[in-house]
């Protein structure tokens, strides 16, 4: 039973090490493509819009070309127009360091319909409107409980 352990938490460290190494070395590769193409093109817009047509991944394009310095809002408008997945744009983006607030604003310049920027970013930031809508009200009673009656001040002259 012991060897079986053994064997078994090892295969799992060969599966799992690639798979990270993979998750870095693609966007590793995607910061590299948009380098080099950017040195050729000089100017990020087509090279997005480029990228995403051909089928790569938004939220890598993204991350990676804010990453690498270029205008957070010219990238997410950029990779809208090429009819990119809003909520990869916007997850790359946030991922790379821009602000809510930024995302928002430059998707809604582009086009993207605000409701569907709001979701994305409450999804993303780890806002939900489903268990916001589930909190249990507040129960407010004054305090010490009821009142119960009876003479408040001791300058009244019923009490003696």
């Not at 064997?7 to 948009?34: H, Q, R, W, Y």
């Not at 310095?69 to 916007?90: N, S, W």
């Not at 602000?99 to 780890?126: F, H, N, Q, Y």
Request: charged share 20%; with cysteine; aromatic share 2%.
């Amino acid at each position: 039973m012991k060897k079986l352990m053994i064997s078994v938490t090892i295969l799992t460290g060969f599966l799992i090490v690639p798979a990270i190494n993979n998750t870095v070395f693609a966007e590793e590769t995607m910061k590299d493509i948009i380098a080099q193409k950017y040195q050729q093109e000089k100017d990020i817009c087509p090279i997005v819009k480029g990228l995403i047509k051909e089928g790569n991944n938004s939220k890598d394009i993204t991350k990676s070309s804010i990453i690498l310095g270029h205008d957070p809002c010219l990238v997410i408008k950029c990779g809208i127009e090429a009819k990119g997945d809003l909520e990869q744009i916007i997850t790359g983006a946030i991922e790379a360091g821009t602000t809510s607030d930024v995302c928002s604003r430059c998707a809604i310049d582009v086009g993207a319909d605000p409701t569907a920027v709001a979701k994305v970013l409450e999804i993303g930031l780890g806002y939900s409107v489903a268990s916001a809508a589930g909190l249990s009200p507040i129960e407010v009673a004054q305090p010490g409980g009821d009142p119960g009656g009876g003479v408040v001040s001791p300058s009244s002259p019923s009490v003696r």
